[in-house]
C-alpha cells in the first residue's frame, strides 16, 4: 500500500493570527472584527447577479487578511444587474472589482429561481440569450479603468436539468454555452487587468457536489454553501490582491536534483529518467529551468565534493541548465552556512528564498538559523507527493508576466559578484569605478503602466525611502498630482546591463522640489548610481533644496546610511538637503548620463 | 444551560460587536436596528457553526429575540 503523500514544509513563522483562513462565518466576522481601523482604505466592489451574502463577507475577510495594513472596505452594486454593477465601479475607481456569476445571471432560465420553461423548445434561445449576456459582460468589463485589477469568476454551479439530455451526457448546447464561456474567459484574460479564477483549481478546494445550497438559493436568493462561497472568495481575492512571488530557490542535489548519490555512485550513477522510474527528478528539473527563464534565481547547496558534482553537471541530459544555477555551495559546510552565502550573493531576503531538500534534518538546520526562509522537502519515492510539489513551487513563483530585467537578473548578479570580487581583490574604488565604462539612463516620460517601476516600487526594502506599497489605483492617482513627476532609471556597464533598477516620484511645487517615492534594487548598490540621479535633478529642477519623506523601516538602513551622507545626521521624517550640501558630499561620478524625455518637458 | 447561553451570547457578539453583553441576553429583532434580514441568516450560520446544528429555516421569523433563539436550541434542539 502506498504511503498518504505528504511532503514536510517549514514554513515562516505568522507574528500573528492574520494568516488563518476564514473557513467559516465565524472566522470571517473575527478577522473583520479584529481589523485596526484608520489604516488606508482599500476600496473593493463585489459585482454579483445574485445576493452577495456570505460571499461578502467572506471575500472581505479574505482580503482582510491578505492586506492587513489596509482597511478593506466592501461595496455590493445592486444584484440582479451585473453589467450596471460594473459600469457603476468603473466610475468610482476602487482598488479591485471582483465579480461573480452564475448561469441564472446570464439568463434566468439556467437558476431555480424564476418559473419558465425549460426543455428542447427553448434550447437555442437559452444559447443566444447568454451569448448576448457575455458580450454585454465584457463591454462592461472594457470601461474599468486598467488601474482597477478585476477578478472573475464564471459560473461555478451545474445547470438546472433545462436541457433534454440525461446528466451523464454533456450535449451540444451545454457544451455550447461552455464554449461561450470559454471564449468569454479567454477574452477578459487578455485585458491586463483582468484575471479568471481556474475552475480546475476551485474543483480542488470545492468539490461540485458541495456548491449549490438550494435551501439558501430558494428561500434567500444566495445561491451558494458556505464552503463553496468560502473557496470561490479564496480564489477571488488571491487575483484582487495576489502575494508577492518568491525569488529565489536553493536545492540540494542527492535524491533531490536527481536520484542516488554522486559521490558513491559516480555522475553516470545518478538518474532522472522514466526509464529508471525516477522521472519526478526529471521534472523537477524541467520546472527549475522554467523558473530560471522567468528571472527566479537558482542555487546549489550540497554536502558533496565540488569535483564530481561539476561532472555531474556537465551531463548532457540534464535539464536545467548548470549555467542558471548560481552560486555553487558545494562543500562538506554546514547548509545554513551556504544559505546565508547565497543569500548575501544575492543580496535578497530569506523570506523570498526557498529551500528544498530531501533531509529533514538539512530542512531543520537551516531553517533555524534562516527563519523566514520556506523550507521543503523533496519528497521521497512517493511520484503523489512529488507532483503536489511541482505544481506547489510553480504557485510560489509564478507571476503574470516575464520583463526584460526578469531575464538578465542572474547575469547581473554575476557582473555584481565579479565588482565584488575585484573590489576584495583589493583594486583601488575609484580606479574600479571609472573603469566600469557606466551608463545611467533617467526616463522622465514613464507613465502609471510602466510595470517594472510598479514592481520595483512595492518589493524593494533596502534602498527604500519610507517603505510606502501601493496599490495600481493609488499609483496612478499619486502620479497624477499637481507637479507629479516619475523618473525611472536604468544602468548598465561593462560586465552588462542592469535594466530598470530605481524610482524616483515626487513633486515639483513652488514651495519646493519634493522626493515622496524613492527606491533602487540592492542589485545596483555601490556605483554611486543614487548620487548621479540626484545631482540629474538639481540640475533639472534648479532647486535650492529637496525635501525628502523619509520613514526608518526595518530594512532601509542602506538608504539611510545614503540619507545620513548628505544630511550629517541620521534621518527620521522630512530630512532637506540644501544644493550646496550636495554638491559637498557627492562623491566623484563616472556615469554617462542619458535622459529620455528631456525634450517634451523642456 | 448556562454553557449554551455564553456560547450563544458569543455568537451574537460575531455579528453585534457593538452590543455588550447585558443588551445582547435582552437583544429582540424589534429592538435592533442592524437585525435585519442579512443580520438574521449571517446569525443563523454562526449559531450552526458554533453548535454544530442545522435550524429550520421555517422557524426563523419566530426566533426574533435572543431568549428564543436560546429556548430553541435548548428545548428544540436538545443542545445543553
Sequence with gaps: MRSTPRCLRIAPQQADGSRRKPTNITEALSILRSRNAGREPFNIVLACGFTPLHLKTLVQAYLQRALPDRDVELNTGLFGSLAETIADAALQRPHAVLVAFEWADLDPRLGYREAQAWGHKVSTSVVDVCREGLDRLVRSLEAVPATTKVAISTPTLSLPPVFNVPGWSSGVHELALEELVAAFAVRVSRMTNCAVVNQRWLAQHSPQTARHDAEADLRFGFPYSVSHASALADGLSRLAAPRAAKKGLITDLDDTLWHGLVGETGPEGISWDLASNQQLHGLYQSLLQALADAGVLLAIASKNDREVVDQALQRSDLRVAPTAIFPLEVHWQPKSASVARILDLWNISADAVVFVDDSPLELAEVSAAHPGIECIQFPQRDNTAGVKLLSYLRDLFARGEVSYEDSIRLDSIRSAAALRDDRAEGADQESLLAGLEATVEIDFRAGSSDRRAFELVNKTNQFNLNGRRFQEADWAATLGQAGAWLAVVSYKDKFGALGKIAVMQGRALQSGLYIDTWVMSCRAFSRRIEYAVLAELFRRYAPSEVVLDVAVTAKNGPLRTFVKSLTGTEPQGTCVTARERFDAACPTLYHRVILTGEAQDG | ?80
Excluded: H
Design chain 2, 1 to 80: 444551560m448556562a454553557d449554551v447561553e455564553t456560547r450563544l451570547v458569543g455568537c451574537f457578539q460575531s455579528v453585534f460587536p457593538q452590543l455588550s453583553e447585558a443588551d445582547i441576553r435582552i437583544a429582540s429583532q424589534e429592538k435592533i436596528e442592524q437585525w435585519d434580514s442579512v443580520a438574521a441568516i449571517t446569525l443563523v450560520n454562526v449559531i450552526e457553526e458554533e453548535f454544530n446544528t442545522q435550524i429550520d429555516y421555517d422557524r426563523l421569523p419566530e426566533l426574533d429575540t435572543f431568549g428564543k433563539v436560546l429556548e430553541y436550541l435548548t428545548v428544540d434542539r436538545g443542545i445543553d
